[in-house]
């Protein structure tokens, strides 16, 4: 029998070399020819029956079921797209690097135009993924035709880099759009588990949208006690909402999206998926806002179009009163440069609706058209390649950058927010009642700044008050809304008293650090 065994190795391994064999040689060697010859026979059968069905379909028989390419690739659906997304990635970066090339070889040429250079690379189309239905809470519209599903840990920084891109997405899309988010904790985040449980559990008690956003705030920061302050302040029974927490109630929930995820062959977050359609790509509201577009095109809304009239927009600026955010528009035909707000008619026929980072959008006619930010002209290299023929897209293909290469129109960025604490306006006064004892947390640290030295945080570590905003031990305070802080100077109490935004920005070992809260 062993020798039977050793046979059929030696015919597999030949057969797969393309080698030819003799039953003659094979019975010589192992004395059993003829039930060899049989196994052979059986196997150039199943051989000539393969060779017989397209190679394209099926790519292998087990025990003579067919195996094919299909079915492969189904379990591996979002792993190839990520090949080929890659491979889109690196063609448009080495066709930039020709298209600057050909624009410095050319850029002196007194004829030389941008209305030269066509673009017509695309992304490769995104497969989209049926998801199973079921009761989880969405934040937005229930009736908006666009979902967008979101895999997050916790516990990730790039999770919470991303939420200040859900809010500009809320902003710009309001009612079209929806977010159902599913728990995927990565196996090094050892809390995202216990941060998942304590967002279920705080659904359990009201929407739990304000508990996330204060779970996002400080990722740093997540165990039972920070669970607990943060309910205390938005008003949770804490007996409710502890025995919720130590029991783990939600690991059943937690589980079941993390085997979701893995069903999809996820694996790094965040992943977005929008009504289904697996989104790669930069993490930005453009980025995503192209395929939101899409689908809302798709299911009979209206979309925005490229926009030929003669206008350049120069700059936005954004402000957290929509009507307070500005554009400044350039009329190309006279050359005449105008600054307006969100609402202003620009002429009888045009009024401007909404105000973006980077794009603006207008009713012209009843038509919603929108005009991209003059130094961010990415997005028209595929999004917008059927209008490729107007002036106003051949100008703006020149740079296929994503948006997250483009160069900012401002030389500075602010830190971004990632979350929001909300805080109750009558803790914040029962602490500042103890404000001369705070006081004494803070000191001078070593460096001098133009005659003032920046404050520190020192033993903080059993204070509620520094524990409920974040802050640690050996923080440097730098600046309290839009005020510096230093030791002639220390507005945090003024400003926690007064104002019911705040933001606070430290720096934590070299790094900084931005906190936002509400005081209500």
Not at 275 to 284: A, E, F, S
Not at 306 to 334: D, F, G, R, V, W
Not at 338 to 354: F, S
Not at 413 to 432: D, P, Y
């Amino acid at each position: 029998m062993n020798n039977f065994k050793y046979s059929i190795y030696c015919i597999i391994l030949f057969l797969l070399l393309g080698c030819d064999l003799s039953s003659t040689d094979l019975s010589s060697k192992n004395g059993d020819g003829s039930q060899i010859q049989e196994t052979l026979n059986e196997n150039q059968e199943q051989i000539s029956a393969v060779k017989s069905v397209p190679q394209d379909s099926v790519i292998a028989r087990l025990g003579g079921q067919a195996v094919s390419m299909a079915e492969i690739d189904t379990t591996i659906e979002l792993r190839l797209f990520d090949l080929e997304w890659r491979k889109y990635e690196l063609r448009r970066a080495a066709l930039k690097a020709k298209i600057d090339e050909y624009i410095k070889k050319n850029d002196h040429l007194e004829n030389f135009s941008p209305e030269s250079i066509d673009v017509y690379l695309t992304p490769p189309p995104p497969p989209r993924i049926e998801f199973p239905e079921d009761q989880r809470p969405l934040k937005g519209s229930a009736y908006a035709k666009v979902r967008l599903a979101l895999f997050c840990s916790y516990q990730s920084s790039h999770c919470a880099r991303l939420q200040p891109v859900i809010q500009e997405l809320e902003a710009r899309y309001k009612n079209s759009i929806n977010f159902g988010f599913y728990d995927f904790p990565q196996s090094f985040h050892r809390y995202a588990k216990s941060a998942a449980n304590a967002v279920h559990c705080a659904a359990d008690l009201a929407t739990p949208w304000k508990f996330q956003s204060a779970i996002y705030a400080d990722v740093s920061q997540l165990n039972t006690e920070r669970y607990l302050a943060i309910a205390g302040q938005l008003g949770f029974d804490k007996t409710i909402f502890s025995a919720c927490i130590n029991e783990f109630r939600y690991k059943d929930k937690i589980e079941s999206d993390m085997r979701l995820g893995q069903s999809f062959g996820l694996g790094n977050v965040p992943v977005l998926f929008i009504n289904g359609l697996y989104v790669k790509g930069p993490h930005t509201a453009d980025g995503f806002g192209y395929y939101i577009d899409e689908e809302l095109s798709r299911l009979g809304a209206i979309k925005p179009v490229l926009s030929t009239l003669p206008i350049q927009l120069l700059a936005t600026s954004l402000s957290n009163k929509t009507e307070e955010s500005t554009a400044i528009i350039q009329y190309l035909e006279t050359g005449e440069i105008r600054t307006y707000k969100t609402g202003e008619p620009l002429n009888d026929k045009i009024k401007l609706v909404t105000i973006e980072e980077a794009r603006i959008l207008i009713d012209h006619r009843g038509q919603l058209e929108f005009i991209l930010l003059k130094t961010n002209l990415d997005a028209q290299s595929f999004s917008n390649s059927d209008h490729s023929d107007t002036e106003s897209v051949e100008q703006e293909t020149t740079d296929i950058r994503s948006p997250d290469e483009q160069e900012s129109p401002k030389k500075y960025r602010e830190l971004q927010q990632t979350g929001e604490l909300r805080l109750s306006r009558i803790w914040v006064e029962e602490q500042l009642n103890n404000q001369h004892e705070l006081e004494e947390h803070f000191y001078a640290a070593e460096h001098e700044v133009e005659g003032v030295h920046l404050l520190k945080l020192k033993d903080v570590a059993k204070q509620e008050f520094y524990k409920m905003l974040g802050l640690q031990s050996g923080d440097v305070v730098l600046r309290v809304n839009e005020e510096f802080v230093h030791d002639a100077h220390n507005p945090l109490w003024e400003t926690l008293q007064n104002e019911e935004k705040v933001t606070l920005l430290v720096m934590r070992k070299g790094f900084p650090v931005r906190y936002d809260y509400k005081i209500k």
